[in-house]
């Protein structure tokens, strides 16, 4: 019992800085992947006032294709490629097939529309890599741990996630708000019919947006299918995540969803540690582990409740 | 050859007998209720098949099987099985995966007199005080494996154990058992959220704890993740986790993270008998993959069922249920028994992570539990 007491008592509450840095590293981490999800759904719902169920679905997309290629040319980064490329043309593809006749479309009609996408989707997949779990692994260069200062030990890989998903931040806004493009995006947003009666290509300019959403989802389910395990059904968990980090971020904003998805990825990953460490102070273990994860798990529904509560249009939504 | 010439006889004896037996009684109606869709198809896919290879090289003509897809939801499996049961007409339903799923459907099923033979889940509550004299549970009670993986832990000197399993009655099932066979103490217990595919957090936990041992149960994608993410953190502590994880059917796609973990298992390729060296090849010639255990437990519920079938009346329930209690077939785990709840009494052994060629296996390196029943058999009272 000697070890297990003094464990209780060293990485309990008091838990050493390393370990506290190392676990916000892995809630940046988290959050950081959950923006590259949202950044797709967020602007979707944004500007063509679509909800997208089929978002999940996408990410899935990238993660096959990108076990299949890496299956098939031994290359991680042409992986990614296939993976960023595949799911966007399926985005595209998807949106000109389906999506199209739904803007115009209420809410309940693009659920239940979208949702029939997921069932399509999973069962084709299915169909065509069959229902087992596939093999997409990181390369051995990068999967080790490196050693950082303060004497943290991480997964290089996992920091190679998070400045890919920094790039994709700063791309997207550099996109939104600094090029033309990203001009009529934003006008596409405040008003369809005006900037369509200006000679905007509106038809067109939708079908880039989704394949952008698409591509996004698809280069996150590489990204993280490659540590986890690419199998059918994968996007649907990560979809609801990415609702919730739209919600809190205020719904068509891409700032929104950065500050959200690192909020939830903070507030799950820390929450899921702490929360049973500061139940144990006053109940028995087994209990406190069991009740702290319980609550844990709820954790970033009660921030969205609560940000709601207080800021009903989210965090840097447009009140209306 | 000699597995060839085995076969052979093996059918012919079983035909034989079938001849002599297959137009005394009335037909056999079969209701399988199964997952083939969504996340967890593999499992029910590998159960279906191991079923049918067993019911086809019986060649019996007098028992028909019902396949359903119960998209591992427990309300679907529920009208299923009351479709089955009413309107289907079935004497014997069997197939289920899931835990939860087995409880919403077992108990009012085995109450309407039908049979309900469990090629996979078995939980505590129907092990013990909810046992029913028609249910039989052809794998082992949830908690087995766990136990053994405990005991074997013991055995390999592990004195300090960082334990973690996901928050759901399956999970507490586990750490359950693990305690209740390991001695050491208990580095850290961690419950994960169900269906959580990223572990940094807890690996960096088990980093920061002084154990000297990682005991995880983690089904499915959730422990192909977790094994993968722990092999590059850089932790190298020996890992022991029950066979769930380290299934032929997932293990391809862990790939080398796996190799060389411990994990127990009641069967495996490589148990050397007649039965399991035929069934494995015949597995491998008629579905062109090796078989995981969950295909070996789905053939040995048919062969029990078709042991049954071949000398009682299905119509007659205490006839039936008593030649069911006496497991008369050749299992591909060698001698099977039941206990006194209907749960099997068996070896439960600790096998390897392997490569065979490009292939990842497993290979069996000693035995964790001799004859092992369940906790719960004592509560039980028919």
């Known amino acids: ?320 | 050859m000699i597995n060839k010439t085995i076969k052979i006889l093996t059918s012919a004896a079983v035909m034989t007998a079938t001849a002599l037996t297959s137009s005394a009684f009335a037909d056999v109606k079969v209701g399988m209720i199964t997952t083939l869709s969504g996340g967890g198809a593999g499992l029910g896919i590998d159960v279906r098949d191991g079923f049918m290879l067993a019911i086809k090289q019986s060649g019996r003509t007098d028992i028909e099987v019902v396949i359903e897809d119960d998209q591992r939801k427990p309300d679907i499996a529920v009208q299923l099985a009351d479709k089955m049961v009413q309107s289907e007409k079935v004497d014997v339903l069997t197939g289920i995966i899931w835990s939860n799923l087995a409880m919403a459907v077992v108990p009012s099923v085995t109450a309407q007199g039908k049979f309900y033979l469990s090629p996979n889940a078995g939980p505590s509550a129907l092990a013990g005080a909810g046992c029913h004299k028609n249910y039989f549970n052809v794998a082992w009670q949830n908690d087995n494996l766990h136990e053994a993986a405990g005991a074997y832990a013991n055995s390999a000197g592990h004195k300090n154990s960082f334990i973690l399993a996901p928050n759901y009655p399956a999970g507490k099932d586990a750490l359950t058992g693990y305690k209740r066979f390991f001695s050491g103490d208990l580095a850290g217990e961690i419950f994960t959220k169900l269906g959580q595919t990223d572990y940094a957090a807890e690996i960096a936990q088990i980093r920061a704890s002084n154990a000297d041992s990682v005991f995880f149960f983690l089904p499915g994608g959730m422990g192909i993740s977790f094994l993968k993410q722990y092999a590059s953190s850089g932790v190298d502590l020996p890992v022991v986790g029950p066979a769930f994880s380290f299934d032929q059917g997932i293990l391809q796609a862990v790939g080398s993270a796996a190799l060389g973990v411990v994990n127990t298992s009641q069967w495996n390729k490589d148990i050397d008998n007649p039965t399991n060296n035929a069934f494995v090849e015949s597995f491998k010639a008629e579905y062109g993959r090796l078989p995981s255990l969950y295909a070996s437990q789905g053939f040995d519920t048919a062969n029990l069922l078709i042991s049954a079938v071949a000398t009682s009346d299905v119509k007659d329930a205490d006839s039936f249920r008593k030649a069911l209690e006496a497991a008369n077939f050749d299992s591909t785990r060698g001698d099977f028994k039941f206990g006194s709840n209907h749960h099997p009494v068996q070896t439960i052994y600790a096998r390897k992570v392997i490569k065979e060629g490009d292939i990842f296996t497993n290979m069996i390196i000693g035995t964790a539990l001799e004859n092992h029943s369940d906790a719960y058999a004592t509560e039980c009272k028919f």
């Not at chain 1, 739904?102 to 399509?120: E, G, M, P, S």
């Not at chain 1, 809190?248 to 820390?270: M, P, Q, R, Y």
């Not at chain 1, 069991?290 to 970033?300: E, T």
Request: proline letters at 2%.
């Open chain 1, 1 to 320: 019992m000697g070890a297990a007491n003094s464990c209780t008592q060293t990485c309990g509450v008091f838990m050493s800085f390393a370990l506290f840095a190392e676990q916000v590293l892995n809630g940046l981490q988290s959050g950081i992947m959950l923006f590259v999800m949202a950044a797709g759904l967020t602007l979707i719902f944004g500007v063509m006032g679509l909800i997208n169920l089929a978002h999940g679905s996408l990410y899935m997309v990238g993660a096959f294709a990108a076990a299949a290629a890496a299956a098939w040319t031994g290359s991680f980064l042409l992986a990614l490629i296939a993976a960023l490329i595949g799911a966007a043309l399926v985005g595209m593809f998807v949106e000109m097939l389906v999506i199209r006749r739904l803007y115009d479309r209420d809410h309940l009609d693009q659920v239940l529309a979208t949702f029939a996408l997921i069932l399509i989707f999973s069962e084709g997949t299915r169909f065509f890599f069959g229902s087992f779990p596939l093999f997409l692994d990181v390369p051995k260069v990068i999967a080790g741990p490196i050693n950082l200062p303060i004497g943290i030990e991480y997964p290089v890989y996992r920091l190679i996630i998070i400045g890919v998903g920094l790039c994709v931040a700063l791309g997207l806004w550099l996109l939104i708000s600094k090029t033309r493009l990203g001009v009529q995006i934003r006008a596409g947003k405040n008003d369809r019919e005006m900037i369509a009666a200006l000679g905007v290509n509106i038809s067109a300019l939708y079908t880039f947006v989704f394949a952008i959403g698409a591509g996004l989802a698809g280069l996150a389910g590489a990204l993280v299918g490659a540590i986890q395990s690419v199998q059918v059904g994968m996007g649907e968990p990560v979809l609801i995540l990415a609702f919730v980090v739209i919600v809190i971020g205020g719904i068509g904003s891409i700032k929104g969803a950065f500050i959200g998805a690192i909020l939830v990825g903070l507030t799950d990953t820390l929450g899921g540690i702490f929360l049973p460490e500061l139940f144990k102070l006053f109940m028995e273990g087994s209990i406190a582990t069991s009740l702290g994860s319980a609550l844990a798990s709820m954790l970033i529904y009660i921030l969205m409740a609560v940000i709601l509560v207080c800021r009903p249009q989210g965090l840097f939504g447009v009140e209306g």
